[in-house]
T-cell receptor, first 112, second 115 residues
């Protein structure tokens, strides 16, 4: 069966350090992989999209890598700030259709 | 741009009643809208996909007669939870898409509590 796994344990990190989150998937051939931020009681907010033929994408302090051989994406928040504290979700999208399948999310807590 | 709203943001109802949740794309036309459900500390689970003017496509295990979806215009989709029961209590989130796979915009969610 198809699985998308993110570390369910919360990631506690000191302000200024780099937070690295992992998204692993099995039995899936996504065309796109997306990362979202979700704050408590709110809907997800789109952060970054990376395509299957791309290795890396950056946006300000965020960096995403996509390894289709390892079936893994890494999400990095550099120079982390307390305002980055949230749950981060990865989501996969197949080439046919535009249905997103979400991972369970990883909660990040940046301590000042 | 690309704002999606939901109404209400929260609702409490008695068991057996029906509840309607609205999802609107405020500044763009959404050819496709999606409805998700999220239980506490779990991820978003897709319930159904709706295209304007056609019947919704439901995911496996989602009862179409219980969760009625109407997508009557390019800016509005509604989800009606019929005969709601406490197990339907959840966070319901919609998203809207212009059709491009890398553009899907999420609403703020609706918290449903069924007593």
């Amino acid at each position: 069966s198809q699985k998308i796994e993110q570390n369910s344990e919360a990631l506690n990190i000191q302000e200024g350090k780099t937070a690295t989150l992992t998204c692993n998937y099995t039995n899936y051939s996504p065309a796109y992989l997306q990362w979202y931020r979700q704050d408590p009681g709110r809907g997800p907010v789109f952060l970054l999209l990376i395509r299957e033929n791309e290795k890396e994408k950056r946006k300000e302090r965020l960096k995403v890598t996509f390894d289709t051989t390892l079936k893994q994406s890494l999400f990095h928040i550099t120079a982390s700030q307390p305002a980055d504290s949230a749950t981060y979700l990865c989501a996969l999208l197949k080439a046919a259709g535009n249905k997103l399948t979400f991972g369970g999310g990883t909660r990040v807590l940046v301590k000042p | 741009g690309a704002v999606v709203s939901q109404h209400p943001s929260w609702v409490i109802c008695k068991s057996g009643t029906s509840v309607k949740i609205e999802c609107r794309s405020l500044d763009f036309q959404a050819t496709t809208m999606f409805w998700y459900r999220q239980f506490p500390k779990q991820s978003l689970m897709l319930m159904a996909t709706s295209n304007e003017g056609s019947k919704a496509t439901y995911e496996q295990g989602v009862e179409k007669d219980k969760f009625l979806i109407n997508h009557a215009s390019l800016t509005l989709s509604t989800l009606t939870v019929t005969s709601a029961h406490p197990e339907d209590s959840s966070f319901y989130i919609c998203s809207a898409s212009t059709g491009s796979p890398d553009e899907q915009f999420f609403g703020p969610g609706t918290r449903l509590t069924v007593l």
